[in-house]
C-alpha cells in the first residue's frame, strides 16, 4: 500500500537535486583531471590564478571552482577559494593519501555506460551491455581497477593485516585472490618479513601488482599466479587466503564454487579473510554498503552485495566452520572472517 | 593560501559519494521511466508483485527500490515498499502535480553529454559540445523542453500571474517572451479573462504551447509569435513581457539587447517580470541558483546564472528605471520586475 510517511513540507527540489546529480560526478571528475585541488594546494586561490595554473578558460575555472565550493570541496570568501580538510588530505596530489585516481574508476566511461542502460537492465534483471559474467577475463577493465583503486585500499588493508597478525612476524603464507594492485598482500609482506604472498589475479592485471610490490620492496616474496581464480593452480597449505572485492560479483553458487577452492587451498586452522560492502538484513543500512547492489546490477549479470546470513550459509555450505563480521573504522566496507 | 577549514573527521566517503552520484540521476530516472512510483501508488508493495506490474524482472527490482530507499524516494519496512510523501506528490503518474517528465530534460542524453566533456569545455570557458548560441533556433532541445517542463513551471506561474495582478481582471496585453510550453501565459489567461497573451518562441515549440492553451481553454486569447525573440516582430503595447528562464543562455551585452527589445514592446509604466536563478553576490548561495552556472558552463557558449546586481545593471542599462528581487517561495528561483 501506498502510504505517505514523511512529514516535512512537500517540495520537488530533492527530485531536481537527483536528477542533477550527474553533474556533481562531472564536476569532481574535472576537477581532479585538471588537477584544480593541486593548484590551490600550492598557492593559487583565485579563479583567475588558478586557471593560469591549470590552463584552462577564467570562466570555466570560476563556475567550476563556486559548483566544487556549494558541494562543499572547497571554501570561499572574499572571492579567494581554499581546500577543505578532506580535500588537502584526499585531493591534492601531493598528499601521501591522494585518491584522485579513483575517478578513473569510479566514474569511467564503462560505468556511465552502464548506467545509462539502468531501465533496459532493471527490465532484464541484470546487466544489458556490460561483459556482465565476472568468471571471465575482462582485462581493459582490472587493469584499470588496478592502476586506480589502490588508494581506497590503505584503511582496509592495514586493518586485514592486523587480523592476520602481521607485526608478530611469523612465517605465514598468504593467497591473495583477485589480488588486483596487490595492496592487501603487499600491507601484509610490509608488516611481517616472514610472509610470503601469492597474487591471483589475471596476467596483465598481475603485471600492476607485480609493479607495487617491486616499489613496496616486497617482490622477492611476491609469487603470480596468472589465471581464473576458478581454474588456476591456486597453491595450498595457506594461513590466510584474503578475498578482497571478489564475491559480490558473483550468484550464490558461483560464490560457494569459490569457496570450497579457497578451503581446499588453506592449511587445517586456516582463515579466509573477505572484504566486502556487508548490508544488513533490511538492504537498505549501511547506506553505502547496501547501495552498492546497484552498481552490481548495473554491471553485471548476478553479482550482489551479500548480507552476513548470507554469507554465513555460503560458506558453511563450503565447509568453513564460522565467520565473524568486523567492520573497518571509518570506511563503508566490512571484512569477514572464515576458520576452516 | 590552501587553508583546511572543516573540523569534522577526514574520510573519503564523500569523494566516493560524489563520484558515484550520477547513479543517482540514472536510478531515478530509471524508477520514472518504468512507472515504479504509480505501481506503488496502485497497491504493489513488494519487489514481486511491483516487478510484475512493470513488467520488469524481481531482481532488477528489488536492487532499484532498495537503492531509491536509500536515497529516500521509497520507504521500506519488513520488506514492504511504500511512498514518500514527496514521491507521491510528484512521482505518482495519477497526481495533479505528477512531474516525472523532467528526467526526460534534465537528465537527457543532450545534458550527459554535455558533462561527459566538461574538462574540455572548462577548458575551453564555453560548451565544448552543444550549439552554445542560444540565439539561434535548436527545435530539438526545446520542444523537449516544452514537452517535459511544464510541472515545473505550476509554482512559479502562479506567483507571477500574482505579481501580474490577473486575479484583477483587468483588460491586459501580455507576451510571453521564450514561453516553452507556455504556461506563464496560460495561468495569467486562465485567471484573468480579459488577458491577451502573446507567446513568442521558436514556431515547432509554440505548437506545444498552442496545445496547452487548447486544453487550458484559453486558446482564443493566445496569439502566436514564432522566430528569434532577436528579430521577430514582437509587437507593442505590453502591461507585461515575461521573460522566464532565457536570459542565462546569453552573455550580457546579449541579454541587454533583448532588454532594449522588451523595453520598447512594453507601454509606458508597463512592467518586465524575469523568472531566474539568482544567486547572491558570493555566487555560491542558494545552493541551487548559484550552482545553475554549472549548467550554463556546460551547455552555452557563455550563459550565466546573474546576481541581483548584474540584472540591475542590465535593466538600467536597457531604460529600465528599476528592478526589484522577489524570491519564489518553496522555489528554488526568483522573480525580477523591472519597471519601464
Same mark, same amino acid.
Request: no cysteine.
Given at each position: 500500500m501506498a502510504t505517505p510517511t514523511t512529514s516535512h513540507k512537500p517540495s520537488p527540489e530533492r527530485i531536481f537535486g537527483a536528477l542533477n546529480a550527474f553533474q556533481g560526478t562531472a564536476a569532481l571528475k574535472t576537477a581532479i583531471e585538471l588537477d584544480i585541488f593541486t593548484a590551490i594546494a600550492d598557492g593559487a586561490d583565485q579563479a583567475s590564478s588558478i586557471a593560469q595554473r591549470v590552463s584552462a578558460a577564467e570562466r570555466g575555472v570560476r563556475i567550476l571552482c563556486d559548483y566544487l565550493t556549494i558541494q562543499k570541496f572547497l571554501t570561499k570568501s572574499d572571492g579567494r577559494y581554499a581546500l577543505t580538510q578532506e580535500s588537502a588530505i584526499f585531493l591534492n596530489r601531493h598528499s601521501p593519501a591522494y585518491m584522485g585516481t579513483l575517478a578513473n574508476f569510479l566514474a569511467s566511461d564503462e560505468a556511465k555506460r552502464n548506467f545509462d542502460a539502468l531501465t533496459e537492465t532493471v527490465k532484464n534483471g541484470g546487466t544489458s551491455v556490460a561483459q556482465g559474467d565476472n568468471t571471465k577475463p575482462n582485462d581493459q577493465i582490472w587493469v584499470n581497477f588496478a592502476k586506480s583503486? %589502490?588508494?581506497? %585500499?590503505a584503511v582496509s588493508a592495514a586493518f586485514i593485516a592486523d587480523l592476520a597478525s602481521a607485526k608478530e612476524g611469523k612465517a605465514c603464507k598468504v593467497l591473495d585472490i583477485a %589480488? $588486483?594492485? $596487490?595492496m592487501f598482500g603487499i600491507t601484509i609482506a610490509k608488516q611481517n618479513p616472514n610472509a610470503q604472498i601469492t597474487a591471483a589475479d589475471w596476467a596483465p592485471v598481475l603485471a600492476v601488482a607485480k609493479e607495487n610490490a617491486l616499489a613496496a620492496g616486497v617482490a622477492d616474496r611476491f609469487t603470480l599466479r596468472p589465471g581464473s581464480a576458478f581454474e588456476a593452480d591456486l597453491g595450498d597449505g595457506y594461513d590466510f587466503v584474503l578475498l578482497t572485492n571478489i564475491f559480490h560479483h558473483f550468484d550464490m553458487p558461483t560464490c560457494e564454487k569459490l569457496m570450497r577452492r579457497v578451503h581446499a587451498a588453506l592449511k587445517p586452522g586456516g582463515k579466509a579473510i573477505t572484504l566486502e560492502f556487508v548490508p544488513n538484513?533490511?538492504?537498505?543500512?549501511p547506506p553505502t554498503a547496501a547501495a552498492f547492489s546497484m552498481i552490481m546490477l548495473a554491471g553485471t549479470d548476478s553479482g550482489d552485495a551479500y548480507t552476513l546470513s548470507e554469507y554465513e550459509r555460503m560458506f558453511r555450505n563450503a565447509g568453513f566452520a564460522k565467520t565473524t563480521l568486523h567492520p573497518v573504522p571509518d570506511m563503508p566496507q566490512q571484512v569477514l572472517l572464515s576458520e576452516k
Open positions: 583503486m %589502490a588508494p581506497l %585500499a %589480488a $588486483g594492485h $596487490g538484513e533490511d538492504r537498505i543500512t
